[in-house]
């Protein structure tokens, strides 16, 4: 079995040999050497070969005779060879002879053709270069000439065109390496030139501005021509395109160029370094980067611009300065919004002005408060105004700030009222409160054209006349018209309708009526050193002020066009103001009069215990004090009967007031001798002090029957002594006995005598009787004596204490 195996392996490694290529039966035969049948392998070996020889023999054999018939044929065709090779060598040897000239011709004609070869191809690459090095050279050219826009296009052309077409040229590849520099030198220069730009346009902001404001003037005053003219700073754009071209200084500015020329922001700027820029950036692929720095740049711009100085506030130059940079700013930005392709959008434009009006109006704001002046104020608003108008001429919104010149207006009208409260004060000091004397007509004339005033009655009298008001009614009254007419100012060109500058200047009239001249006149007539005769003129002052307010009416609806009679129209306070004022003055004299009638009163020293002489009382004296009250009451009321003007206004006008002042005047006397009689302090007093009281009541009552003032009817002075007259008559003639029997009823003769007051005083009148009898006890008879006066004093008291009493339930 093991010999069959390997009999089968020997044939296999046989056939593998046989098929094998000779470099790889190494491997073979080493399996063989491996085993150890190798002996019987290579007797195997041997066999094989034999079999092979025998195969290799019987084909010899087989083929022979046709190999031996070959070499026959092959020996006869080896003369015909020689034959044939001598042939050739002839033919070959005339052919070379025949073709020597042949080949010369050749030669140069090859060579013609090579050179015409190089010539083409020198012609073609030279071709290829050539516009290389024109447009270089026109590159270089335009870098000299600081034209970057039109060299990086030529930079573009000269990258992507005719350097690829040139070819791998060591110029070439200079130039090509020189590219970026060149595109870096470029951009860097762009942004040098828009930097100085930034940089001028910051400076020369206050210039720009001023120029535009002055056109925005001009074409107000223009306003009136028929023709529509374009909007301020537009009327001579122009377009600016990638090739603008200008020099690169910024301002162009003639000083003495007429007002009818004024330029544009786009005469005074040159804005050919933002085109150039912009344009070299997008070329670059950089646009958005540019947008964002210029954009950038701008915005700390406008935060410098919209700072305002901490001095602005003291001169109008300030203001203006202030508003000339802010102009300057934003006409450049809508220039550049219009010009420039997209390189601020009105977005932007809209972000930025929204910005800068919210800090102009907190700047303005602070800043007016500070003012004082009102023509500074009135200054400031028509700059304001001016502002924005120029800006508004330039599509930006602007009612806030119209908005805000309302406010103003607000602390306008306060500075005024401090102003006019001033004035008002020198005209009421320097006023010598005296009718005003007239010596001619035309002197008559001039003061009924500065005041309202007519009087048929006191233009028939003849020269010299007085006028019946003080100086201070025809000032007074200007000042009001003067303040009308500054409240008018400032509401010009606010864009108000006349209803609205009409309700406006009548607010403002009102508060200086009702706050500011009310308080003057407050102050004139409460100060000190105050007399009556001034009180008195103030009173017909203010009653023809007050005649003339529907004329201060009238005045401002002709200003305003506005009808007084206006649905919504304010009213004017005048009226109540000087009502307001005559009654102050009439107080005023009320109390100056009472208040000089308490210190007459002062001087009172009765003796509240005097004994009552005998047959005496029909000849007591009034107490020298009250004679010289009465003395000073006289000489006072006759300052009333000695007034200017008819007798109609003295009815009515200074007549009112002296009989309320002197009703005023007797009642206050009545009532303070009465205190004086009911004193608390005074705890008795005897009845001759009654009876001095009584006289001293009687000359009063006389004082009031000769009529002081003219216009009261019958007694109806006495009246005011009628309380005090009745308490001393009852205790002077001891008429108990009427007065109880009688009270209550209205014939009653002591209808006015309070049982209070009564009681009061009879317990005064009866405690030193009761005080008397007390230390006289050893005398009875005494005692005896006035026994029945004391139970009839003590029957009165107890009576007067039950009326109190049933008069309380």
């Not at 009270?743 to 009681?759: E, I, S």
Request: aromatic residues 8%.
């Amino acid at each position: 079995m093991a010999s069959a195996e390997t009999a089968a392996e020997h044939e296999r490694i046989l056939r593998e040999i046989e098929s094998t290529d000779t470099n790889c039966i190494g491997p073979t035969l080493r399996s063989v050497y491996d085993g150890r049948e190798h002996g019987l392998f290579v007797e195997k070996l041997d066999a094989r070969i034999r079999n092979h020889d025998r195969d290799i023999e019987k084909m010899c054999n087989h083929h022979y005779q046709g190999f031996v018939d070959s070499i026959t044929e092959l020996l006869k065709v080896r003369g015909e060879a020689q034959k044939l090779k001598s042939q050739v060598t002839d033919t070959n040897r005339r052919l070379q002879d025949d073709g020597k000239d042949l080949l010369g011709c050749m030669e140069e004609l090859q060579q013609c053709r090579l050179q015409q070869r190089n010539i083409a191809s020198t012609v073609e690459k030279l071709s290829l270069c050539l516009p290389v090095l024109e447009t270089y050279s026109r590159l270089q050219e335009q870098m000299r000439a600081k034209r970057y826009y039109p060299a990086l296009r030529t930079l573009e052309q000269l990258e992507q065109t005719c350097l690829p077409r040139a070819g791998r040229y060591r110029f070439c590849s200079i130039m090509a390496d020189n590219i970026p520099h060149l595109r870096t030198h470029i951009r860097d220069t762009a942004m040098t030139q828009l930097k100085d730009f930034l940089e001028s346009i910051r400076k020369h902001s206050d210039k720009i501005g001023e120029t535009a404001i002055r056109q925005a003037q001009l074409q107000r005053s223009l306003d009136s021509s028929a023709q529509p003219r374009p909007l301020i700073g537009r009327r001579v754009r122009k377009e600016a395109g990638p090739g603008a071209k200008g020099h690169d200084s910024m301002m162009e500015q003639n000083e003495d160029e007429e007002e009818e020329d004024v330029p544009g922001a786009q005469e005074l700027v040159d804005f050919s370094p933002v085109y150039r820029c912009l344009h070299i950036y997008t070329v670059l692929g950089l646009r958005d980067e540019f947008e964002n720095y210029y954009r950038k740049q701008r915005r700390k711009q406008a935060r410098l611009v919209l700072q305002p100085h901490s001095n602005m506030h003291e001169t109008l130059d300030g203001y203006r300065r202030y508003f000339n940079q802010i102009v300057g700013f934003f006409v450049v930005e809508d220039h550049v919004l219009h010009t420039s392709q997209g390189l601020v959008n009105r977005v932007y434009v809209e972000e930025l002005w929204e910005l800068a009006l919210s800090k102009i109006v907190a700047a303005l704001r602070t800043h007016s408060s500070y003012c004082d002046n009102p023509d500074l104020v009135l200054d400031l608003k028509n700059l304001i105004v001016l502002f924005a108008d120029t800006l508004q001429g330039y599509g930006f919104p602007v009612s806030q700030l119209f908005d805000m010149l309302l406010e103003i207006h607000e602390q306008y009208g306060e500075i005024l009222l401090k102003r006019w409260n001033l004035t008002f004060r020198q005209v009421l000091d320097q006023d010598n409160y005296s009718p005003i004397p007239v010596s001619t007509e035309q002197e008559y004339k001039n003061y009924t054209s500065m005041f309202p005033f007519q009087d048929p009655e006191l233009e028939k009298l003849p020269f010299p006349k007085k006028l019946p008001f003080s100086e201070f009614v025809p000032k007074v009254y200007n000042q009001l018209k003067e303040f009308i007419y500054a409240c008018l100012k400032y509401s010009e060109d606010l864009h108000l309708s006349s209803t609205e500058v009409d309700d406006m200047i009548r607010k403002s009239t009102n508060l200086l009526l009702s706050r500011t001249l009310s308080h003057c006149l407050q102050y004139a007539i409460k100060k000190k050193n105050v007399g009556m005769a001034e009180l008195v003129q103030v009173i017909i002052n203010t009653t023809h002020l007050e005649q003339s307010c529907h004329f201060l009416e009238e005045f401002i609806s002709n200003i305003t066009n506005v009808p007084p009679d206006a649905i919504n129209s304010t009213k004017l306070y005048g009226t109540s103001t000087f009502k307001d004022a005559r009654h102050a003055a009439e107080a005023e004299i009320y109390s100056s009069l009472n208040a000089k009638i308490d210190q007459f009163l002062q001087l009172a020293d009765y003796d509240w215990m005097s004994p009552l002489q005998s047959g005496s009382n029909l000849q007591l004296q009034p107490s020298d004090f009250l004679i010289d009250l009465i003395t000073f009451l006289q000489s006072t009321f006759s300052v009333f009967t000695n007034l200017p003007g008819t007798p109609v206004q003295h009815a009515t006008l200074p007549g009112k007031v002296a009989q309320t002042a002197c009703m005023s005047a007797c009642k206050h006397i009545s009532t303070s001798l009465m205190q004086l009689l009911l004193d608390p302090e005074v705890r008795q007093i005897s009845i001759g002090v009654l009876h001095q009281l009584d006289a001293d009541v009687r000359e009063c009552e006389g004082f009031a029957r000769a009529g002081p003032v003219a216009g009261f009817q019958g007694d109806t002075l006495l009246l005011a002594f009628s309380d005090l007259r009745q308490l001393l008559d009852l205790f002077t003639q001891w008429d108990w006995s009427s007065y109880l029997a009688d009270y209550g009823k209205p014939t009653c003769k002591y209808l006015r005598v309070n049982p209070h007051a009564a009681l009061a005083l009879l317990e005064k009148l009866f405690k030193p009787m009761r005080e008397t009898s007390r230390k006289n006890v050893v005398f009875a008879q005494f005692r005896k004596s006035d026994r029945d006066r004391h139970k009839l004093i003590d029957t009165v008291i107890k009576q007067l204490r039950n009326l109190i009493a049933q008069h309380t339930s």
